[in-house]
């Protein structure tokens, strides 16, 4: 009877399901991969074929080498590209609803990482130039990267505060990924602090985060939430 009434009280007089307020973070998704697979592929576009007519009797494999610049800059890039594509859906798998707030961060995050060709073209360009243009060009990319961690963790702690996050889910894993992406902006932030003094060390730095958050699931996570819930268990 009771569950019969509950059943009832889902649905209007007549017969229309009530409206939802709260959308469902479905579009908001799929915007966001479309953006994500245009842009990983818009960084191979930087990458030239060497002309015939400009060799000059310089052999093709020297003049491909002469690039090197160009791939690692992809290679960076399409990696950083990837993995906070990777991160965003395993954040979204947790994220139920969303409103006006989540939709700005995310654009705002968009936003940063959508001008990656750029600063990416840009890096390569003056990787071998002079020691002010190599700072200021990792600097600028560096400023991309910061930005897309600023926003990043800033679409998580709304979710989390705002209540847009599945009731379901392991409250000690929640616990451990805020901590985990709330890193994000500290480490990239250090990352740019460090292109200013030492571009090459900056662009190393960058790998090895790349290197921890395309790990599936951290080990930091999981050490995390595992004590937290033996905490919770003895208390």
């Known amino acids: 009877m009771d569950q019969r009434r509950t059943a009832a009280s889902s ?7 009530p409206f939802e307020e709260t959308p469902s973070p479905a579009r908001l998704e799929g915007f966001s991969d479309g953006v994500f697979a245009i842009i990983i592929t818009l960084l191979v576009l930087d990458i030239r074929v060497p002309r015939e007519a400009t060799l000059h009797g310089e052999p093709l494999a020297a003049a491909l080498l002469k690039q090197w610049p160009v791939y690692v800059a992809y290679v960076l890039s399409f990696l ?24 700005v961060c995310n654009l705002l995050l968009l936003l940063c ?11 390569a360009e003056y990787a071998r130039a002079g020691e ?8 600028i990319y560096s400023a991309a990267l910061a930005g ?19 009731a379901r889910a392991d409250p000690h894993r929640l616990h451990a990924l805020g901590w985990h ?10 990352a740019f602090g460090l292109a200013y003094v030492a571009p090459y060390l900056s662009v190393g730095m960058y790998m090895l985060l790349l290197i921890y958050y395309a790990l599936p699931g951290p080990f930091v996570v999981r050490w995390m939430r595992v004590r937290r819930a033996r905490r919770a268990a003895k208390t």
């Not at 979710?159 to 847009?164: C, K, N, Q, V, Y």
Request: proline share 4%; glycine share 6%; net charge negative.
């Open 132 to 139: 002010a243009e190599l700072r200021l060009a990792a600097l």
């Open 148 to 166: 897309a961690g600023i926003f990043f963790s800033a679409i998580w702690q709304h979710a989390l505060s705002a209540g847009l996050v599945d």
């Open 11 to 17: 649905f209007h007089s007549d017969g229309i399901p």
């Open 181 to 190: 992406w709330e890193l994000v902006p500290l480490f990239y932030g250090a």
């Open 113 to 123: 990482v959508a001008v990656l060709p750029f600063t990416t073209a840009l890096l």
């Open 80 to 103: 950083q590209v990837g993995v906070v594509w990777a991160n965003h859906h395993t954040m979204f798998h947790h994220i139920r609803r969303s409103d006006h707030v989540l939709l």
